[in-house]
T-cell receptor, first 113, second 112 residues
Framework: SQQGEEDPQALSIQEGENATMNCSYK?????LQWYRQNSGRGLVHLIL?????REKHSGRLRVTLDTSKKSSSLLITASRAADTASYFC?????????????FGAGTILRVKS | AAGVIQSPRHLIKEKRETATLKCYPI?????VYWYQQGPGQDPQFLIS???????DKGSIPDRFSAQQFSDYHSELNMSSLELGDSALYFC???????????FGQGTRLTVV
């Protein structure tokens, strides 16, 4: 991975359970974003958390960010079969011209109905 | 709402041929990114443009080049194609202020 590791690499849960995915990164960041990707499809933006934020919610999604540990977690509550996908974190660093957007390795989530 | 448009969606080329992938960013977005994603891999950053100027370069082979035009669309040119270039190629655009990047559906390139 260009940025860091995601943990776990694969996760299989039953519908209705919660899924937690973790992401670690190596450099200082300005914000961190989570994306979902269905097999062979495009990446869908889920949520963005800024470096001065510690927690953010969006529907069934909860994201935390610990800049001291250079890590983030994505929690999906009450999972559904439709949540089956790969999930990636991506870090953003602001540069003088444009931003640097780098992806982590991804977690494959399978939600069984 | 307008999204990022990539064309073509699928492309089959032979070894040593050239390919051109196109990306049309969301209107008023000032940054375009290109990524390559092999099977089961995370997206690997290739190159980005900010206001039509190259802003960052990643693991882009010398055989590849890219540019952003006056209308903000971008093209990724790939020459002397190799079997290992077979992958999904994604373009994303963002507003430098909000920084959320939105991705196109990708171009699946198959080199045979």
């Amino acid at each position: 991975s260009q940025q860091g590791e995601e943990d776990p690499q694969a996760l299989s849960i039953q519908e209705g359970e919660n899924a937690t995915m973790n992401c670690s990164y190596k450099t200082s960041i300005n914000n961190l974003q989570w994306y979902r990707q269905n097999s062979g499809r495009g990446l869908v933006h889920l949520i963005l958390i800024r470096s001065n934020e510690r927690e953010k919610h969006s529907g069934r999604l909860r994201v935390t960010l610990d800049t001291s540990k250079k890590s983030s977690s994505l929690l999906i509550t009450a999972s559904r079969a439709a949540d089956t996908a790969s999930y990636f974190c991506a870090t953003v660093r602001y540069m003088e011209y444009g931003n640097k957007l780098v992806f982590g390795a991804g977690t494959i989530l399978r939600v069984k109905s | 709402a307008a999204g990022v448009i990539q064309s073509p969606r699928h492309l089959i080329k032979e070894k040593r041929e050239t390919a051109t992938l196109k990306c049309y960013p969301i209107p008023r977005h000032d940054t375009v990114y290109w990524y390559q994603q092999g099977p089961g891999q995370d997206p690997q950053f290739l190159i980005s443009f900010y206001e039509k100027m190259q802003s960052d370069k990643g693991s882009i082979p010398d055989r590849f080049s890219a540019q952003q035009f006056s209308d903000y669309h971008s093209e990724l040119n790939m020459s002397s194609l190799e079997l290992g270039d077979s992958a999904l190629y994604f373009c994303a655009s963002s507003d430098g202020v909000r920084a959320e990047a939105f991705f196109g559906q990708g171009t699946r390139l198959t080199v045979v």
